[in-house]
């Protein structure tokens, strides 16, 4: 589903690549976890997926095809088969939960019909039903990440990326949106997820791929993740 061959980024203004002969295989239907410290390199490889940026050397794959090959007026296409959450929800602050969730299909041209079915199912789905016409200042954290989420899938995407989407939310709360990240792996779709919360990715016992300065260290099928190891050993 998500092929790295080789893959180097180096940005123009370091020296040091941001990753570093990245090869990796993430088949459909996997979950896999993205860890390492910050500026290991886990947002270059999400941004790498949805062609946000270009690789230095090697080649990206996504659902068999190399991205350097797609033409930009196809790239829209590309990213609507990918669906992406931040640690920052980024909601649109003055639309209502639904039309948030609804504007994701109004873009790709889904008529009202369809869109007014498939939102309610899609809040549902994220544990927001009777919260459609709150504003996003009127949620909690966890609240809105679902918002966030459910605006992500509705599209039926092939695959999610997720980056540090518990990063503001307490640990309660985390559970709950891993829970929900976990459902909607069930029902078929590849999950990436970068984070560096050790107590998540050693509850869920994924796939863990490791990264250290842009270099694959550790890549375990059921794996842990050691975030501080510099506080354990002193
Ligand atoms: N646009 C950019 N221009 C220059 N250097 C960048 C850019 N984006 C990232 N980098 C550098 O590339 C390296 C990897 O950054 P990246 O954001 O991928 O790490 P990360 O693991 O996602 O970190 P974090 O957990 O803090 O988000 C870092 O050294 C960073 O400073």
């Known amino acids: 589903m998500i092929r790295f061959d080789d893959v180097t980024k180096t940005y123009d203004t370091t020296a040091q690549p941001a990753l570093d002969a990245v090869s990796l295989d993430i ?4 979950f896999v976890f993205l860890v390492g410290a910050s500026g290991s390199g886990k947002s ?3 941004r790498l997926v949805l062609k946000e940026d270009r690789a230095s050397r090697g080649a990206v794959y996504v659902a068999g095809q190399n991205v350097a090959n797609i033409p930009s007026w196809r790239v829209p296409r590309l990213r609507r088969g990918i669906g992406v959450v931040f640690q920052d929800f980024r909601l649109l602050p003055n639309k209502t939960v639904f039309a948030n969730v609804a504007f994701a299909m109004q873009v790709i041209g889904r008529s009202r019909a369809v869109i007014r079915e498939t939102v309610p199912d899609v809040l549902a789905t994220v544990g927001l039903e009777g919260k459609d016409n709150r504003m996003p200042h009127e949620l909690s954290g966890g609240e809105q990440q679902r918002v966030a989420i459910a605006r992500a899938i509705v599209n039926r995407p092939g695959i999610l990326l997720a980056d540090e989407p518990t990063g503001n939310l307490d640990p309660t709360t985390s559970m709950g949106i891993m829970k929900i990240l976990d459902t909607i792996n069930q029902n078929g779709t590849t999950v990436v997820m970068a984070t560096h919360d ?7 016992r994924k796939r863990v791929v490791e990264l250290r300065s842009g270099s694959v260290v550790r890549d375990d099928a059921q794996g842990i993740y050691v975030g501080r190891p510099e506080v354990l050993a002193g």
């Open 198 to 204: 050790d107590d998540i990715v050693n509850t869920m």
């Open 44 to 46: 270059t490889f999400i």
């Open 27 to 30: 088949d459909r239907g996997e």
